[in-house]
């Protein structure tokens, strides 16, 4: 017998009806659903007139207090996809890729979506963690879940097993190739120790160390069923480039030591060990100072510097030719920081929540040396390689987790805390935070802006709270070299009272080596018109094209045991417009108003 809970705050049933650009006319129907106490689900099935049926199945089970089982299916036999073109090699079903509507790399019309995650807590130190996808094709979620898409375009496949300890963790993790279109790096298995850093026997001096044992393969993504995977935007080589890791970034001239455009499978075990001393402590009782010091030794079953492995391509046959590596390295670093304040106790306005007011200056850096190991990154053909990326990565060897990418380091890390703090309930509130900060890079290898220059670029991350209800955040990473990337993400949400609510945000990047031009504008408004009339608009601007992304509105009806809602929605698919007009009705549990995002 299904029943509804009380603290189930989901909707009972919801149907959309519409008409879509991409799916035509079109009705979505979800049932919620709760067994008992323990278990949960949805029932999903929906009809598009230009693609087909489709539903699935959700279930969610807590086994205790403390654990929690999802189980996510979604199954759609898309009718754009039913046409077959025998130009493409073992692909029954491609569909017409004139169409704008169909993506290069789905073999058949049959799709699915298979989630599986779990929590399990088998006792207070000892857990498990599960996130396994299996998808049809790469734009199953892209089609049919847009909103996961965009926080997931290529999902994780992994189950740990942890264990902690006050003193240490240790965990054992498997992560598959689940889906053969996603590159992944295997680790089947890698099992870790951790040890927390520790004084030793009572001692000032502390202790940390990491070590790890791994059976690596690097799978590439089969491109099978593509027509053109040069464009395949998740294929290792996309337009016959290889990634770019920060070590061809930083050595454009550096011919590696293997043939990097192989697209072979490799493989190797690996053993890597870590372990740090350091000594915290305060100095003239204001100035903090942290010395450490570190050793690591690691040794690769194979370099991978040859895969020709003629046979089948799968990195193991007996035809690669195999030779192991040991690699030593060290580094030495200094942290510190001191702060500084003045108080101002005079200072106060109720109606902003302001009791007093305090400046705090806190200067710090980070400076780390690592000589050059005695095997370089370029003789490693390796699996957890740093990619290039717009953010700063993490000075200490205890928090960097590229051990494949280790090399030679000069880097000194500056900058300052500015916040301007009062009084709440007796406790420090944060008005205002300005965190500046940047890297000088001697060997030019780590965070440089450029292979030339030794500077990075000056980053800045502001967070402005002066009430819950007016809020503004801004990161920023300014070129001061005058031939860098300059990055800069502002967001802001206001409501002055629980019937409005506006969020606005700019996104703006250029001159990245790695990410396109953009500057895209976003704007969100809530507005509860009265008990029972709401009003919800959404728009994104894209001003590098020019082109309005995305417009949104809908109207909400409350009526008591239902909600009525109308969403015009037009959106970009593939450059091309896709204009959405929908109805829903939402069965809620009890008359209690709640919002529901429309999922298409």
């Known amino acids: 017998l299904l029943v509804q809970s009380l603290t189930d705050s989901r909707p009972t049933y919801q149907f959309q009806i519409g008409d879509s650009g991409q799916f035509g006319y079109f009705m979505d129907n979800t049932y919620n659903w709760v067994a008992n106490d323990k278990m949960r689900g949805s029932v999903e099935f929906d009809l598009r007139e230009k693609r087909g049926y489709a539903g699935g199945l959700d279930v969610q089970y807590f086994p ?46 049959n799709r699915y979506r298979i989630a599986y995650q779990h929590y399990l807590q088998f006792g207070p130190d000892f857990s498990s963690t599960a996130d396994l996808n299996l998808w049809s094709d790469p734009w199953i979620t892209r089609d049919y879940f847009p909103g996961e898409y965009r926080q997931e375009n290529q999902p994780a496949n992994f189950i740990s097993l942890n264990q902690y300890n006050p003193n240490f963790t240790i965990s054992l993790l498997a992560s598959p190739q ?126 991978n510097q040859n895969i020709t492995d003629t046979a089948n391509h799968d990195g193991l046959s007996s035809d690669k030719i195999t030779n192991s590596k040991a690699r030593l390295a060290g580094d030495v670093g200094l942290e510190g920081d001191f702060k500084i304040s003045r108080t101002w106790l005079n200072v106060s306005d109720p109606n902003l929540g302001i009791d007093g007011l305090r400046h705090v200056i806190e200067p710090f850096f980070d400076a780390e040396y690592a000589p050059s190991p005695t095997v370089s990154p370029n003789n490693i053909r390796g699996f957890d390689n740093r990619l290039y990326s717009t953010q700063l990565q993490p000075l200490d060897w205890t928090a960097y987790n590229s051990i494949d990418s280790i090399d030679k380091e000069a880097v000194l890390r500056f900058g300052m805390w500015n916040k301007i703090q009062t009084k709440r309930d007796g406790v420090n509130y944060d008005l205002l935070t300005v965190q500046t900060y940047a890297d000088a890079d001697f060997d030019h290898n780590f965070s440089a802006a450029t292979p030339s220059s030794t500077l990075s670029n000056l980053f800045n991350d502001i967070r402005f709270n002066l009430t819950p209800q007016l809020q503004f955040q801004s990161f920023s990473a300014l070129d001061v070299n005058g031939n860098s990337y300059n990055q800069i993400d502002n967001g802001m949400a206001w409501s002055p009272d629980p019937s409005v609510q506006f969020t606005v945000g700019d996104h703006y990047i250029n001159h990245s080596p790695i990410f396109a031009d953009s500057n895209n504008a976003t704007l969100d408004l809530f507005y509860r018109i009265n008990e029972h009339w709401q009003f919800e608009g959404q728009e994104q601007f894209e001003a590098a094209t020019g082109r309005l992304q995305l417009q949104q509105y809908t109207v909400y009806r409350d009526l008591d045991a239902w909600q009525l809602a109308v969403t015009y929605s037009d959106s970009e698919l593939n450059n091309q417009g896709n204009h959405t007009v929908y109805f829903s009705l939402t069965l809620k549990a009890f008359p209690k108003y709640q919002i529901h995002t429309p999922r298409l």
């Open 64 to 109: 205790s207090l403390t654990s929690d089982i999802l189980l996510k299916t979604y199954y759609a036999q898309d009718n754009l996809y039913s046409q077959t073109d025998p130009t493409v090699p073992h692909a029954p079903a491609h569909g017409d890729i004139s169409n704008h509507n169909v993506y290069d790399g789905v073999p058949f019309d």
């Open 178 to 303: 689940v889906n053969p279109f996603f590159e992944t790096v295997e680790r089947l298995p890698e099992f870790t120790v951790e040890s927390k850093q520790q004084k030793i026997f009572g001692s000032p001096i502390e202790y940390t160390s990491q070590s790890s044992v791994v059976n690596f393969e690097r799978k590439f993504a089969d491109t099978g069923y593509f027509r053109s995977p040069q464009d395949y935007p998740f294929n290792s080589f996309p337009n016959n480039m290889p990634q770019t890791t920060a070590y061809n970034f930083y050595h454009p001239n550096q011919t590696p030591g293997f043939n990097a455009s192989q697209l072979n499978n490799y493989s190797a075990y690996r053993y890597d060990t870590y372990h740090e001393l350091s000594y915290p402590h305060q100095y003239f009782d204001f100035l903090s100072l942290t010395p450490r010091i570190g050793g690591r030794f690691t040794y690769y079953s194979d370099d």
